[in-house]
């Protein structure tokens, strides 16, 4: 079943929608201030008509202007979060403006009437009964910020969050450490209703960065099985629910302006040996030859293809309502340099929402469209590798005539000026003779429609239609004058991918309440289809001849189509006895193509309770606590994620290629050969208890929540090796293995100082996350099973390939090494180990698990202090336990090469490595300890108030990101996803000036 009109729907319902204003009486408005507890205004706060949808929200010093409310006697209630309503009568005269004065709010610290966004839904904070971590905008983190995964960074126990440094860089995203091996470990993501497509696209780096920060609004992330299993076959690792902004009904329109300003630079370098440092080296330990292919320069290769990268990021906002629509739209403009020369990202992005009411209010419509438009300009990361290792005697270009056919750049050539093949290419020239640009276009939208059904109150249907759509392509060009493909005659080749997501959704919900007994219940079917087609080029040299025919279907067509289904029926109760007792259960059946169909259903029940102990006798009056719950919840969630691996229980057979023909009659005909199938593939299964408790004292000047859990996950989708010779490929995909995950996650917010000038609150979160595999075999008597993993790179074909292990008993991705031996002046001795199994010889049996790339500890710390009119804010980052490969140290040996010399680390003139065994790369001298504290964002600011006009505001910050790394790591930088570093695109720091206006 297809649903090919949901697009045109949507943007049928924005028209008729946007031009609906609706008939109404003489109207009139009322103005005023939210002030509180010290006079001081509350920007932010709710201002609403009792008993209407007409509202609005304050300015940055708490005045508001609410229009076209009908003459006579209302009373205007004024809310906002840790503070307790109000409610004042007015009477409306028609035609002009009423001026209702100050309204001041008392706090309520407690923060328990809060709306906590959930699964298809909101709670009230203290009725939720699972682990639920929201933040809102005024926590997210400052600064530039171009992915929207970067405003919790830090924020959220639990959420571990590490991105990249280039522009737009895809970022690792792991909830409780994840609870797969070789399936998906990213959590789903939800916007506005619809859940995404987080599958690669080609062009774009990172899908997320599709999305514009500046039109979230707030981010929550649910950790366990009884938040999440309710997205059942997606659920396991965790979901991030994102909600943008949106207007209110009888808003006065206002405008925002926000624009900044950023300068990038290098946190740091490679400590690599300059020219003069190398030369000496090598006329110390070098052949002739190698002597004699010195340079005379003292080039530093990194600064070369590096720069000051600066960027400006525009948004500009209304939003109000029109008649009885309230609305906001918005545009944005971003354009960032990377790091890297030529490295840069440009974003176009636009976003309409609206919510009218319509039948006397029953019916609430809210239809979201949002589209980006980013052009990529990729620079060759492999550049990065190659400033570090080139030899820094060499100049950048030369007059020489053997270096006119590569453009004027050096590269390592013989006397004739042929290109020595193994030998690195000039790091300048592979990023200036090379053109790598992409276009990448993303629209999520979706409908949604909620009618309170007039024959049972407390029913009401919701219709959610939506849409995520992407479309990338893309040309690389690298003219024949480059080393890089010199060989091959230059290239041209161009690329191409669309991804379609449809969702259709619909829900029953009924709430009813029971004297002191509250109770609501909501049951839902849900269909998503995801399509991923792509597309064949020929890949042609740079003078438009084909090096290589592009791989067609059997009907010579240049694209293919996969696609797979998700049909679903999900429900979730909740019971609520005095606000002291609460129970919720919730059960999702998934169905997905992925899996044959006697496999292709799974059911993912989960139950939780909660006691909230404030609410009895004996703590209700308590001075001491303002807030004390109990929670404990177990469920079940699922994977079905194998990335493009959309048929794996079907027989498929491959074209063979030249390798693989036939001849006949002198024609080749090229073969089929069958793939790896598993008709037996069904559902990756994990299991999760959850307890904890959410504890609030001294009027809440002190709340938080501990967390302990466990996550059992068994039928593991995995990886496995097949026999030699019996498919085209190496392994396939079986239900195989099992492994664990246990942790404790702590979360405490202090208000230390509140008074009428000086405020000051503190908040700290911690994980602590144990992984360790379980099973790796399908047999139950096999009790250790050895995979290794973690690829790394070496020169001269010197070492192993791998460098991480998977072992029954161990953290996945443990480093499997051969411990180093050293001498008496502590030294380690080149090419000698610890034969740990005593058999007199150094063998493979000697390698043993050493430490793991995940943290034992993750920290975050930030604070928020203001006076006056000024603040300042500052979010810290901590790993604590990480151990990092140093793939860099590894390879600075001093080796010699026929033809070309290579750069190395300083640290080489104090071990002297050579190259004397070639086992010396997998040595655990090189896993060092990654711990480390990282300041992410300082901001400071000041709010100037209303500068220009009545109700405006103007505001001014400087940020500054990346702005210290405290670690004992020898390289650039620890934080690296799979704990190998191996010379990745470097963070950098940025300085950033901001400025916002609204009116």
Same mark, same amino acid.
């Given at each position: 079943?297809?649903?090919?009109?949901?697009?045109?729907?949507?943007?049928?319902?924005?028209?008729?929608?946007?031009?609906?204003?609706?008939?109404?009486?003489?109207?009139?408005?009322?103005?005023?201030?939210?002030?509180?507890?010290?006079?001081?205004?509350?920007?932010?706060?709710?201002?609403?008509?009792?008993?209407?949808?007409?509202?609005?929200?304050?300015?940055?010093?708490?005045?508001?202007?609410?229009?076209?409310?009908?003459?006579?006697?209302?009373?205007?209630?004024?809310?906002?979060?840790?503070?307790?309503?109000?409610?004042? =009568?007015?009477?409306?005269?028609?035609?002009?403006?009423?001026?209702?004065?100050?309204?001041?709010?008392?706090?309520?610290?407690?923060?328990?009437?809060?709306?906590?966004?959930?699964?298809?839904?909101?709670?009230?904070?203290?009725?939720?009964?699972?682990?639920?971590?929201?933040?809102?905008?005024?926590?997210?983190?400052?600064?530039?910020?171009?992915?929207?995964?970067?405003?919790?960074?830090?924020?959220?126990?639990?959420?571990?969050?590490?991105?990249?440094?280039?522009?737009?860089?895809?970022?690792?995203?792991?909830? *409780?450490?994840?609870?797969?091996?070789?399936?998906?470990?990213?959590?789903?993501?939800?916007?506005?209703?619809?859940?995404?497509?987080?599958?690669?696209?080609?062009?774009?780096?990172?899908?997320?960065?599709?999305?514009?920060?500046?039109?979230?609004?707030?981010?929550?992330?649910?950790?366990?099985?009884?938040?999440?299993?309710?997205?059942?076959?997606?659920?396991?690792?965790?979901?991030?629910?994102?909600?943008?902004?949106?207007?209110?009904?009888?808003?006065?329109?206002?405008?925002?302006?926000?624009?900044?300003?950023?300068?990038?630079?290098?946190?740091?370098?490679?400590?690599?040996?300059?020219?003069?440092?190398?030369?000496?080296?090598?006329?110390?330990?070098?052949?002739?030859?190698?002597?004699?292919?010195?340079?005379?320069?003292?080039?530093?290769?990194?600064?070369?293809?590096?720069?000051?990268?600066?960027?400006?990021?525009?948004?500009?906002?209304?939003?109000?309502?029109?008649?009885?629509?309230?609305?906001?739209?918005?545009?944005?403009?971003?354009?960032?340099?990377?790091?890297?020369?030529?490295?840069?990202?440009?974003?176009?992005?636009?976003?309409?929402?609206?919510?009218?009411?319509?039948?006397?209010?029953?019916?609430? #419509?809210?239809?979201?469209?949002?589209?980006?438009?980013?052009?990529?300009?990729?620079?060759?990361?492999?550049?990065?590798?190659?400033?570090?290792?080139?030899? =820094?005697?060499?100049?950048?270009?030369?007059?020489?005539?053997?270096?006119?056919?590569?453009?004027?750049?050096?590269?390592?050539?013989?006397?004739?000026?042929?290109?020595?093949?193994?030998?690195?290419?000039? =790091?300048?020239?592979?990023?200036?003779?090379?053109?790598?640009?992409?276009?990448?276009?993303?629209?999520?939208?979706?409908?949604?429609?909620?009618?309170? /059904?007039?024959?049972?109150?407390?029913?009401?249907?919701?219709?959610? /239609?939506?849409?995520?759509?992407?479309?990338?392509?893309?040309?690389?060009?690298?003219?024949?004058?480059?080393?890089?493909?010199?060989?091959?005659?230059?290239?041209?080749?161009?690329?191409?991918?669309?991804?379609?997501?449809?969702?259709?959704?619909?829900?029953?919900?009924?709430?009813?309440?029971?004297?002191?007994?509250?109770?609501?219940?909501?049951?839902?079917?849900?269909?998503?289809?995801?399509?991923?087609?792509?597309?064949?080029?020929?890949?042609?040299?740079?003078?438009?001849?084909?090096?290589?025919?592009?791989?067609?279907?059997?009907?010579?067509?240049?694209?293919?189509?996969?696609?797979?289904?998700?049909?679903?029926?999900?429900?979730?109760?909740?019971?609520?006895?005095?606000?002291?007792?609460?129970?919720?259960?919730?059960?999702?059946?998934?169905?997905?193509? *992925?899996?044959?169909?006697?496999?292709?259903?799974?059911?993912?029940?989960?139950?939780?309770?909660?006691?909230?102990?404030?609410?009895?006798?004996?703590?209700?009056?308590?001075?001491?606590?303002?807030?004390?719950?109990?929670?404990?919840?177990?469920?079940?969630?699922?994977?079905?994620?194998?990335?493009?691996?959309?048929?794996?229980?079907?027989?498929?057979?491959?074209?063979?290629?030249?390798?693989?023909?036939?001849?006949?009659?002198?024609?080749?005909?090229?073969?089929?050969?069958?793939?790896?199938?598993?008709?037996?593939?069904?559902?990756?299964?994990?299991?999760?208890?959850?307890?904890?408790?959410?504890?609030?004292?001294?009027?809440?000047?002190?709340?938080?929540?501990?967390?302990?859990?466990?996550?059992?996950?068994?039928?593991?989708?995995?990886?496995?090796?097949?026999?030699?010779?019996?498919?085209?490929?190496?392994?396939?995909?079986?239900?195989?293995?099992?492994?664990?995950?246990?942790?404790?996650?702590?979360?405490?917010?202090?208000?230390?100082?509140?008074?009428?000038?000086?405020?000051?609150?503190?908040?700290?979160?911690?994980?602590?996350?144990?992984?360790?595999?379980?099973?790796?075999?399908?047999?139950?008597?096999?009790?250790?099973?050895?995979?290794?993993?973690?690829?790394?790179?070496?020169?001269?074909?010197?070492?192993?390939?791998?460098?991480?292990?998977?072992?029954?008993?161990?953290?996945?991705?443990?480093?499997?090494?051969?411990?180093?031996?050293?001498?008496?002046?502590?030294?380690?001795?080149?090419?000698?180990?610890?034969?740990?199994?005593?058999?007199?010889?150094?063998?493979?049996?000697?390698?043993?698990?050493?430490?793991?790339?995940?943290?034992?500890? #993750?920290?975050?710390?930030?604070?928020?202090?203001?006076?006056?009119?000024?603040?300042?804010?500052?979010?810290?980052?901590?790993?604590?336990?990480?151990?990092?490969?140093?793939?860099?140290?590894?390879?600075?040996?001093?080796?010699?090469?026929?033809?070309?010399?290579?750069?190395?680390?300083?640290?080489?003139?104090?071990?002297?490595?050579?190259?004397?065994?070639?086992?010396?790369?997998?040595?655990?001298?090189?896993?060092?300890?990654?711990?480390?504290?990282?300041?992410?964002?300082?901001?400071?600011?000041?709010?100037?108030?209303?500068?220009?006009?009545?109700?405006?505001?103007?505001?001014?910050?400087?940020?500054?990101?990346?702005?210290?790394?405290?670690?004992?790591?020898?390289?650039?930088?620890?934080?690296?996803?799979?704990?190998?570093?191996?010379?990745?695109?470097?963070?950098?720091?940025?300085?950033?000036?901001?400025?916002?206006?609204?009116?």
């Amino acid at each position: 079943m297809k649903h090919t009109y949901l697009a045109k729907l949507l943007f049928l319902l924005l028209f008729v929608c946007a031009g609906f204003t609706g008939a109404f009486a003489q109207t009139g408005a009322v103005s005023g201030r939210v002030l509180d507890e010290k006079s001081q205004g509350v920007p932010g706060a709710t201002v609403l008509i009792e008993g209407t949808t007409l509202g609005s929200s304050t300015n940055s010093d708490g005045t508001y202007l609410i229009q076209n409310v009908p003459a006579g006697p209302h009373t205007v209630v004024s809310s906002f979060v840790g503070y307790n309503a109000k409610r004042v =009568p007015v009477t409306i005269t028609a035609g002009q403006t009423t001026a209702l004065g100050d309204i001041s709010l008392t706090e309520n610290t407690t923060l328990l009437s809060e709306a906590v966004v959930v699964a298809y839904g909101t709670q009230r904070r203290q009725d939720v009964t699972g682990s639920v971590e929201q933040i809102s905008e005024k926590q997210f983190v400052k600064g530039q910020v171009t992915n929207p995964e970067q405003l919790v960074q830090g924020k959220v126990a639990g959420l571990q969050i590490t991105t990249g440094g280039a522009p737009g860089a895809k970022s690792e995203i792991r909830i *409780r450490g994840g609870s797969s091996l070789n399936a998906s470990n990213d959590p789903l993501i939800v916007i506005d209703g619809v859940p995404v497509d987080n599958s690669t696209l080609k062009g774009a780096s990172n899908p997320l960065s599709l999305i514009n920060p500046n039109d979230i609004e707030s981010v929550t992330v649910l950790k366990d099985a009884s938040s999440t299993a309710i997205y059942g076959s997606r659920g396991s690792n965790g979901v991030i629910i994102v909600t943008t902004k949106r207007g209110l009904q009888g808003e006065a329109l206002r405008v925002n302006v926000n624009t900044q300003f950023s300068i990038a630079t290098p946190a740091d370098y490679v400590p690599v040996l300059n020219g003069d440092q190398f030369r000496a080296l090598v006329n110390q330990k070098g052949t002739a030859a190698q002597k004699a292919a010195l340079g005379t320069q003292n080039t530093d290769w990194q600064r070369e293809i590096y720069r000051t990268a600066y960027t400006t990021d525009n948004n500009v906002s209304l939003l109000g309502s029109a008649g009885k629509v309230p609305f906001r739209v918005s545009a944005g403009y971003l354009g960032q340099q990377g790091l890297l020369l030529e490295n840069t990202l440009k974003r176009y992005s636009g976003s309409v929402g609206v919510s009218p009411l319509l039948l006397n209010d029953n019916l609430r #419509v809210d239809i979201n469209i949002k589209g980006t438009q980013i052009e990529n300009n990729f620079s060759d990361q492999g550049a990065v590798n190659s400033a570090v290792f080139f030899d =820094p005697t060499q100049p950048i270009t030369s007059n020489d005539p053997r270096f006119t056919r590569y453009g004027g750049y050096f590269e390592f050539v013989d006397a004739a000026g042929n290109l020595n093949t193994l030998a690195p290419r000039n =790091p300048v020239s592979s990023i200036k003779q090379r053109s790598d640009l992409s276009t990448v276009r993303r629209s999520i939208g979706n409908a949604q429609f909620d009618y309170k /059904l007039p024959f049972l109150s407390g029913l009401s249907a919701n219709l959610n /239609l939506g849409y995520d759509i992407q479309r990338g392509k893309g040309t690389t060009n690298v003219p024949i004058t480059a080393g890089s493909q010199f060989n091959r005659g230059g290239l041209s080749q161009q690329y191409r991918q669309d991804l379609n997501n449809q969702l259709l959704e619909a829900l029953l919900k009924y709430k009813r309440d029971f004297g002191s007994a509250k109770f609501d219940i909501l049951g839902g079917y849900s269909w998503q289809e995801f399509q991923n087609k792509n597309y064949f080029f020929d890949d042609l040299r740079a003078n438009g001849t084909v090096y290589q025919t592009a791989e067609q279907t059997y009907d010579k067509k240049n694209q293919y189509t996969d696609q797979y289904n998700l049909l679903s029926y999900f429900t979730r109760a909740n019971l609520n006895i005095n606000d002291k007792y609460l129970l919720t259960a919730t059960v999702r059946a998934d169905g997905s193509s *992925r899996f044959s169909k006697e496999n292709r259903w799974g059911y993912f029940p989960s139950a939780a309770v909660a006691w909230r102990i404030k609410g009895e006798e004996f703590l209700k009056n308590s001075k001491a606590f303002s807030d004390l719950k109990l929670r404990v919840g177990i469920g079940q969630t699922g994977q079905q994620d194998l990335g493009g691996n959309y048929y794996g229980y079907l027989p498929f057979s491959t074209l063979g290629v030249t390798s693989a023909q036939y001849i006949i009659n002198g024609v080749p005909y090229r073969t089929l050969r069958g793939d790896f199938y598993n008709p037996n593939l069904k559902w990756e299964t994990t299991t999760t208890y959850n307890a904890g408790i959410d504890y609030g004292f001294f009027d809440g000047r002190l709340y938080g929540s501990v967390d302990i859990y466990q996550r059992d996950t068994k039928d593991l989708l995995n990886e496995v090796l097949v026999a030699a010779g019996s498919y085209p490929s190496n392994g396939g995909t079986l239900n195989v293995g099992s492994l664990t995950n246990k942790g404790l996650e702590v979360t405490a917010n202090v208000d230390a100082v509140k008074s009428d000038k000086f405020n000051l609150s503190v908040n700290a979160n911690a994980t602590f996350n144990r992984n360790k595999l379980t099973k790796l075999t399908a047999s139950d008597d096999v009790q250790s099973v050895d995979f290794l993993t973690g690829g790394i790179n070496n020169f001269d074909n010197v070492g192993n390939g791998d460098i991480q292990v998977n072992s029954v008993g161990y953290q996945a991705q443990s480093f499997y090494v051969y411990q180093q031996a050293y001498g008496a002046d502590g030294k380690p001795i080149e090419g000698v180990f610890v034969d740990r199994n005593g058999d007199g010889q150094i063998t493979l049996a000697d390698r043993y698990r050493y430490k793991s790339p995940r943290p034992q500890a #993750v920290l975050g710390f930030g604070s928020n202090m203001s006076y006056g009119k000024a603040s300042l804010a500052f979010t810290m980052r901590a790993n604590v336990g990480n151990y990092v490969y140093n793939n860099i140290r590894s390879r600075s040996l001093y080796v010699p090469t026929s033809g070309f010399n290579r750069n190395s680390t300083t640290e080489v003139l104090e071990t002297g490595f050579g190259t004397s065994s070639a086992n010396q790369i997998l040595s655990d001298y090189y896993v060092e300890n990654g711990s480390f504290l990282r300041m992410q964002n300082i901001t400071v600011g000041y709010d100037f108030g209303s500068l220009v006009k009545q109700n405006s505001n103007l505001s001014l910050s400087f940020a500054v990101q990346n702005a210290f790394l405290i670690t004992k790591y020898k390289g650039l930088d620890p934080e690296i996803d799979n704990g190998i570093d191996n010379t990745v695109y470097p963070r950098p720091r940025t300085y950033t000036v901001g400025l916002n206006f609204g009116f």
